[in-house]
């Protein structure tokens, strides 16, 4: 019976600041990021702006404007690329040199 009394006085301190939640944590957190080497993929949209997505193993194409314009993947021994709608519109192979496996 004593959580009771615990929950009503946290529902009492609501003006006291607010603790961060495990989202905010991870925003400002010190471990290290997601790593990803992005060099195999060689096609990059004329005057677009690449941002690279680690967590994801991609990297989006936007327009100077900030419109997405696309994506690329790696897919086993490739790398596929996809104009904003979703199709593919390249497809980029990668030889046994560059995948970095023996």
Known sequence: MAV?????HAQD?????KKPNMHELARVSSLPKAHA?????RYRPAGDK???QPEAQRI??????????????RHGNAVIYHDRT?????VQSLDDEN????
Do not use: C
């Not at 995948?99 to 023996?102: L, Y």
């Open 4 to 8: 009771f009394p615990a929950i009503a």
């Open 13 to 17: 301190d609501e003006g006291e600041k």
């Open 37 to 41: 080497d992005f060099s195999q993929f």
């Open 50 to 52: 690449v941002i690279e």
């Open 60 to 73: 989006l194409f936007r327009t100077p404007g900030g419109v997405p314009d696309g994506y690329a993947e």
């Open 86 to 90: 979703g199709r593919v519109v390249r």
């Open 99 to 102: 995948t970095g496996t023996e």
